[in-house]
């Protein structure tokens, strides 16, 4: 069984799949929740109401896809991605709290929920401190004609309705526990979001973030690459690709986080960035990924995520690199390593700042000696000393 993290992706079998969903309830608690799949087009929507599948609109695109109650724990979905139509190019898999607002009730309440594809490919988002109603747990995408799935884990803090209006579905909203009291005036709400994903594929591209809660919660950035083969006695073509980011605090300080030197970082206290792991085989389907804690975001002014060929001949092209960044309630922001200097080592991809209390994300993609020279480009100042994994 693999097991992913939030942002990573594996390769699924051809032919017909189950997705299936599992949680518990603690003893007591008066929770349900549903388990529904939407069918996607390149824009991020669906063609219709019809593209919305759950227990009362069971079958979906004559039949590729198919809600099953008695499918898995929790129930479950089953997709023949070879039969499904060629405008639809993702399948999300979301998991909603019912009557979540008139109950006051979050996914936190689930215990053990995962998402389970072609009893292979498992992905447990973390749900305890969860302030959600609605989750896309995963996705099925199709890229370059095969169908590979994603961990996706983006809460939606107000249920169903948002959840499925992002994907161009109109629901009526949830009742309301009870008549409040008259609200004292207040500033308008911030306009709805779309949360269909970015990509940036443009030169010095840009997209800006505002909060939709206190903060922007758990900011992922995940790295995943064609990793190429091994030869039985080394050599091959296989590639050690390594995440990494250059940090600067609103303090002043600045340093990296990267598998070299293992300065891996740390979630909690400063640089409030960690490194999750290094592929150090080029086996691990997940990638890698950056674990930015957005709860200290006014700490944090600014950050330039980058890739580094630490082992094998650079081939660029060859890694069909992609670093996506996910958080909740946020369109995923995805910047694809397309071009390539092979006689260079080090990619800084993206540029991530502090903007007024805004999350603005420009694309980069520009290929350097090394990251001291990456260093140069932003005027990040910092010493550097030759370092290693070991």
């Known amino acids: 069984m693999i097991e992913l993290p939030r942002g990573g992706n594996a390769p699924v079998p051809t032919g017909p799949i189950s997705v299936t969903f599992d949680w518990t309830v603690a003893a007591g608690r008066d929770v349900e929740a549903d388990a529904s799949a939407y069918l996607l087009t390149a824009g991020g929507r669906v063609r219709g109401d019809a593209d919305m599948i759950f227990y009362n609109q069971p079958d979906g695109a004559d039949g590729a896809i198919r809600f099953a109650a008695d499918l898995g724990a929790r129930g479950g979905f089953a997709v023949d991605p070879s039969r499904l139509p060629p405008a639809i190019e993702r399948v999300v898999f979301c998991v909603t709290v019912h009557e979540a607002q008139a109950k006051g009730q979050t996914l936190a309440l689930l215990d053990g929920a995962a998402i389970t594809v072609a009893g292979a490919t498992r992905f447990a988002p973390p749900l ?11 996705e099925l995408y199709r890229r370059a004609g095969q169908w590979k799935f994603r961990a996706v884990g983006q809460g939606f803090t107000g249920g169903l309705a948002p959840l499925a209006r992002s994907f161009g579905i109109d629901v009526g909203e949830e009742p309301a526990s009870a008549a409040p009291p008259p609200p004292l005036p207040s500033p308008p709400p911030p306009p709805p979001v779309n949360l269909s994903k970015v990509t940036l594929d443009k030169p010095g591209q840009a997209v800006s973030l505002e909060k939709r809660g206190g903060d922007f919660g758990e900011i992922v950035v995940n790295l995943n690459w064609s990793r190429g083969r091994k030869g039985f006695f080394g050599g091959g073509t296989a590639i050690d690709l390594d995440l990494g980011c250059l940090w600067e605090l609103a303090d002043g300080r600045a340093g990296v986080v990267q598998a070299l030197g293992r300065a891996f970082g740390d979630y909690h206290a400063a640089p409030f960035i960690e490194l999750s792991g290094d592929d150090r085989t080029g086996d691990v389907a ?9 709860a200290h975001w006014g700490e944090i002014r600014r950050l330039v995520v980058f890739a580094n060929i630490y082992d094998g001949v650079p081939n660029w092209r060859a890694t069909d690199g992609v670093v996506l960044v996910t958080m909740p309630d946020q369109p995923p922001v995805e910047v694809r390593m397309t071009e390539g200097r092979d006689d260079r080592r080090v990619c800084g991809v993206m540029l991530i700042e502090n903007d007024g209390g805004r999350l603005k994300a420009t694309r980069v993609v520009d290929y350097v000696r090394d990251q001291q020279v990456l260093d140069e480009d932003f005027d990040w100042g910092l010493r550097w000393v030759a370092g290693s994994k070991d």
């Open 128 to 138: 305890l401190a969860a302030a959600e109603a609605a989750m896309i747990f995963g």
């Open 286 to 294: 997940q990638g890698e990924t950056l674990r930015i804690n957005g």
